[in-house]
């Protein structure tokens, strides 16, 4: 009798079940819906940028804009690759994102560490004071930043833009790896000091690769706002254009009276490339970090 009345339950619970999941199916269809008109209107500027970049001269100027060319070329791309500084540029541009990348991380998995795990006065103030400086804007802090580098000699080198990129990017990767170092259990740590594992040793071998994911997502923020840095590199570059980073690089092609916007838009695309391939090789790790998993 048990097993008969299980049976009627299930099968009286399946299109309660199916009408449940029917109710729920056009909230389904319009939140796809949603999501992929916002897909397309953010992807239609990279496409429109790299569409540009294959057309033909006439085109581009053309008072009739057509979103596909019949006749892609080649010719802005070969004007970007046949000025002289441009691989100057790009190297600067990974000397300097990577510099950002590194360092940042480093500090602010160790800053984390130090705010989450250790006791000491002042310590929700100087979390405060980390995100109120993440709330200033940039622009506000140019010209007292481009005073602070002519102090330090740092004008027309790489420095002038590590430095400040560094500074801006560490807020917010402390405050987001704060969360992956807290969720970690302290009876973890108390194992490994019974088992005689130094402080120095837990964070580096054990606590390190647990948060290993969150250090990836803020290192994917801070490699995009260091290599598509305009503003630093406009002010801290002022003579000396071997210095200079690939954002410059556009001005070459762009001149008031008559732009090169074939020029500008394959020089954008080039761009963009290192950032997709950064992105593609720590993607997995990223959603984990933007997710906040942490695996005891």
Known sequence: ????????????????????????????????????????????????????????????????????????????????????????????????????????????FLAATAVT??????????????????????????????????????????????????AFSLPFAIWMLRGFVKAVPEALEEAAYLDGASRTRFMWQILFPLVFPGLVATSVFSFISAWNDFLFAKSFIISDTSQSTLPMALLVFYKPDDPDWGGVMAASTVMTIPVLIFFVLVQRRLVSGLGGAVKD
């Open 1 to 108: 009798m048990s097993s008969l009345s299980s049976v009627s339950s299930l099968s009286s619970d399946r299109p309660r079940a199916h009408a449940r999941r029917f109710v729920r199916r056009p909230w389904r269809l319009a939140a796809e819906a949603s999501a992929l008109v916002i897909a397309v209107v953010v992807a239609f500027p990279l496409y429109w940028m790299v569409l540009s970049a294959f057309r033909p001269v006439g085109e581009i100027e053309s008072a009739e804009p057509r979103p596909w060319t019949l006749s892609p070329t080649l010719d802005s791309f070969r004007r970007v690759f046949e000025q002289q500084e441009f691989g100057r540029y790009f190297l600067n541009s990974l000397v300097v994102a990577g510099a950002v990348v590194l360092a940042s991380a480093i500090i602010a």
């Open 117 to 166: 795990r250790f006791r000491f006065r002042f310590r929700t103030t100087l979390l405060i004071m980390f995100l109120v400086a993440q709330m200033v804007p940039v622009e506000a802090l140019t010209i007292p930043l481009f005073f602070v580098m002519r102090d330090l000699g740092q004008l027309n080198t790489l420095g002038a833009l590590i430095l400040p990129h560094i």
